[in-house]
T-cell receptor, first 112, second 115 residues
Framework: GDSVTQMEGPVTLSEEAFLTINCTYT??????LFWYVQYPGEGLQLLLK?????DKGSNKGFEATYRKETTSFHLEKGSVQVSDSAVYFC???????????FGAGTTVTVRA | DVKVTQSSRYLVKRTGEKVFLECVQD?????MFWYRQDPGLGLRLIYF???????EKGDIPEGYSVSREKKERFSLILESASTNQTSMYLC??????????????FGSGTRLTVV
């Protein structure tokens, strides 16, 4: 079935460090890909998305590029801040399916 | 501001109790979802509904049921709570008929502890 695998955490970084969270997927069709973020004590928020190969999603300094050849959608940010401390989820949906399939989540902690 | 509201942030229930988790959205969305979130497992879909009185099983429906009597409200029911249902429960909604894909709007979650 359709699934997402993302790198395990936790990840601890210093402010202004570079962040990468790896995400790879398996899908029967052509998926749309998402990154969600969950700040402490809150629900999930959509961070960025990409709907077709080579699309780049971006938001709040984060970027991810839909790579069909490597079935990947890695999340990157060039200079993290303490406020980026959160749990990050990669997700996909396929075709007309309403459902999202989520990865296990990666906890990121940024230290001042 | 559009919202998905879950009635409780924290709940503690006893084994064997019948538990109701309520979710209300004010966006007139057709589709609503219940997920549970567990460390290392991500979010797993329990049930979803694409219309009033309609429901579909997700990936882990065992031990749960749902009710959708009104468009804005989607309830998750634990018929007889067990300790392995201790988890964070997240409700989400999504419209139909918009340009796909459309992101979900999530509630803040209900952390349920079954003792």
């Amino acid at each position: 079935g359709d699934s997402v695998t993302q790198m395990e955490g936790p990840v601890t970084l210093s402010e202004e460090a570079f962040l990468t969270i790896n995400c790879t997927y398996t899908a029967t069709g052509y998926p749309s890909l998402f990154w969600y973020v969950q700040y402490p004590g809150e629900g999930l928020q959509l961070l960025l998305k990409a709907t077709k190969a080579d699309d780049k999603g971006s938001n709040k300094g984060f970027e991810a590029t839909y790579r069909k050849e490597t079935t990947s959608f890695h999340l990157e940010k060039g200079s993290v801040q303490v406020s980026d401390s959160a749990v990050y989820f990669c997700a996909l949906s396929v075709g007309n399916d309403y459902k999202l399939s989520f990865g296990a989540g990666t906890t990121v902690t940024v230290r001042a | 501001d559009v919202k998905v509201t879950q009635s409780s942030r924290y709940l503690v229930k006893r084994t064997g109790e019948k538990v109701f988790l309520e979710c209300v959205q004010d966006m007139d969305h057709e589709n609503m979802f219940w997920y549970r979130q567990d460390p290392g497992l991500g979010l797993r879909l329990i049930y979803f509904s694409y219309d009033v009185k309609m429901k579909e099983k997700g990936d882990i429906p065992e031990g749960y049921s749902v009710s959708r009597e009104k468009k804005e409200r989607f309830s998750l029911i634990l018929e007889s709570a067990s300790t392995n249902q201790t988890s964070m429960y997240l409700c989400a909604s999504r419209p139909t008929g918009t340009t796909r894909p459309h992101g979900y709007t999530f509630g803040s979650g209900t952390r349920l502890t079954v003792v």
